[in-house]
């Protein structure tokens, strides 16, 4: 069975300070990659995702992700964070239909 | 268009009652799944349906929870004799195709349960 460990449960970044988000995850075949946001009282918004190819894939607001197959990592990256971007992120593989989501990280930003 | 809607957005009920979730996919999305947001368990697959179908429902949590959904559209989610474990975020999300994990998955803003 898929699974998906995010081991940060809070992480506090200055604003204009760079960000890494970090994933890993367990699944026998391709897997197929997600990063999704929370906003507070909000449902979860696609930032990116990774089925196949090149290993860097772009996001909305200015997010990255880099698959990393000999680490079973893809970690979220942001080179510079708004206070906007304060939100829960969450990982998830994909298998079949359903998502398997890690337990997602907290991240608030610091003026 | 419209995004995917639920309702209510907060129900708070008391234990031992019944309860029915609303999820309104996105219009023309086949693909319609149920998903629970709690404390200390993370979000969790209940189940899912193709058309008015549900191939994978693995993931709900006793036989007190069933789903519906008719019309190939609209979807309930009913739980029965509520217990105070049941409280948590229910969030619904429809996908265009399905069977496909790489068919994105839009989430509506979920119900907050609270079982008193």
């Known amino acids: 069975a898929q699974s998906v460990t995010q081991p940060d449960i809070h992480i506090t970044v200055s604003e204009g300070a760079s960000l890494e988000l970090r994933c890993n995850y367990s699944y026998g075949a391709t897997p197929y990659l997600f990063w999704y946001v929370q906003s507070p009282g909000q449902g979860l918004q696609l930032l990116l995702k990774?089925?196949?190819?090149?290993?860097l894939v772009q996001g909305i607001k200015g997010f990255e992700a880099e698959f990393k197959r000999s680490q079973s990592s893809f970690n979220l990256r942001k080179p510079s964070v708004h206070w906007s971007d304060a939100a829960e992120y969450f990982c998830a593989v994909g298998a079949y239909e359903k998502l398997t989501f890690g337990t997602g990280t907290r991240l608030t930003i610091i003026p | 268009g419209a995004g995917v809607s639920q309702s209510p957005s907060n129900k708070v009920t008391e234990k031992g009652k019944d309860v029915e979730l609303r999820c309104d996919p996105i219009s023309g999305h086949t693909a319609l799944y149920w998903y629970r947001q709690s404390l200390g368990q993370g979000l969790e697959f209940l189940i899912y349906f193709q058309g008015n179908s549900a191939p994978d429902k693995s993931g709900l949590p006793s036989d007190r929870f069933s789903a519906e959904r008719t019309g190939g559209s609209v979807s309930t989610l009913t739980i029965q004799r509520t217990q105070q474990e049941d409280s948590a975020v229910y969030l619904c999300a429809s996908s265009l195709t399905s069977g496909r994990a790489t068919d994105t998955q839009y989430f509506g803003p979920g119900t907050r349960l609270t079982v008193l």
């Open positions: 990774y089925f196949s190819g090149d290993t």
